[in-house]
């Protein structure tokens, strides 16, 4: 074994090495092992030609420095609006189902049931569900399979591709932007997915930021949102590409947290040198249209619809409960409102909003079947069957619309729902999942905690500015 002397000696040389050959030596050397290696290919592996140039032919516009984020911007635009177009018939025809017709039989039936038992079934549980269910599956049907299509073309790892130099100025590894896109998913699986980046400094980068992407249980909220009070805003055949737009700005804001995010780790907390990250663009593949239904309608929409639907059943007897118990002649759901409501005031919401995603954090899926029960049971509306489906329906809001207004929703509460649910804490499920991961309640602490402190921020500043020029 070297003496003291010999392995000071080794790490002073090392050190000058280093600093000679600067920071990008793994990336000059990975390089250099590719280029090594697509020559000995060259010479040696014979390959058909036709399908090789199409596919590069393909990644010229979809990897270029000067199309690939455009084409990405765009596909995926594509894909929100296709959401937002196909979702309102069926969205209407579960509710006219669900609310118009079983929920007066429902409650016809069981009239001759005490009066406080026949509410917490039928006007709780039952109507969290069918609300659950009308809201969600639709658009869930739509886009899972749409996003599910993009994955199978071999198009999401362009997406990796394309944002991996900007990982790197950000201090981050590349593989994050595979584990982001799991994220669009998932959160919880977006974040065992990172056990992709071998460095432990650069996973948990990608662990804490995991939650600014959207996940399965918020895209609904948004979209929904978005077409009710940005898409009503356009003229009627620029609504559903305007409420598009919107979501994707959406979407795009929390890549954007994402970069902010992981640079602000890398440069303080978490400093350390990135590390190389090669990546292998497999090639396009024809569209395995059973495949891709089954994996999309099975694996992701029903298990996400029942997940809600397991986690909407207790709260919407919970919502219920609270909506009903007095105390000093208001309920439980008013006093708790009236509390949160300056609080929920100084960030461009209310005590609905905020007791809602309280009640939610078990699920995402269920923020916006809460707010609407919630308001319901605190503003006395009646009626909230009639017309309550059309979700998406931009001409002709219907119900819900109403039911929001006399909520005192206005576009900057929308707007602020919009942000909140991409920058807030993450659901139960993704919390244990992060400290099973990172075996520590400090950094599951702070990845539960920084996108709130996100949130609260920008949304004090977008009240403000909002209240002062508007």
Known sequence: MA??????????KADQ?????????????????????????RKTVKRSTVRFLKDEKIDKILTSKLWGFPAMIALFTLVIWLTIWGANVPSSMLATLFLDQLYPLLKDWTSVWPWWLSGLIIDGMYLATAWVISVMLPPMAIFFPLFTLLEDLG???????????????????GKQALSMMMGFGCNAAGVISTRIIDSPRERL?????????????????????????????????FAGFATALSVVAVAGLGVILTFVTSWLLSSTVLKGETSAFSL????????????????????????????????????????????????GGESIAVHMINFMDPIGWVIGLNGVILLAYIVAIPANEIVIPTIL??????????????????????????????????????????????????????????????YKETKSIKWTTIATLLPIGFGITFLAALAFFWRLVV
Request: hydrophobic share 50%; with cysteine.
């Open 3 to 12: 003496d003291a002397a010999t392995t000071e000696k080794l790490l002073a």
């Open 17 to 41: 090495l280093h600093k000679k050959l600067g920071d990008s030596v793994h990336d000059t050397f990975v390089q250099q092992l590719f280029v090594r290696s697509a020559a000995i290919s």
């Open 155 to 173: 198009f999401l790892p362009r997406v990796a591709f394309n944002l991996d130099g900007l990982y790197k100025k950000a201090g981050a590894h």
């Open 205 to 237: 980068i990608a662990i804490i930021t995991n939650n600014f992407s959207l996940c399965n249980g918020r895209w609904p909220t948004i979209i929904i949102l978005s077409s009710l009070f940005i898409g009503a805003l356009a003229p009627a055949w």
């Open 280 to 327: 292998e663009l497999p090639p396009y593949r024809p569209p395995r249209i059973l495949q891709t239904l089954y994996t999309s309608l099975i694996d992701r929409t029903i298990f996400v619809l029942w997940r809600a639907i397991v986690f909407a059943l207790p709260a919407g007897a919970a919502i219920w409960l609270s909506a009903n118990i007095m105390i």
């Open 373 to 434: 029960m919630l308001t319901v049971l605190t503003t006395g509306m009646t009626g909230v069957g009639s017309g309550a489906g059309v979700m998406f329906e931009t001409e002709n809001m219907g119900t819900l619309q109403n039911l929001l207004t006399a909520g005192g929703w206005t576009t900057l509460t929308a707007i602020s729902v919009m942000l909140f649910s991409l920058m807030h804490n993450p659901c139960s499920t993704t919390i244990y999942t992060i």
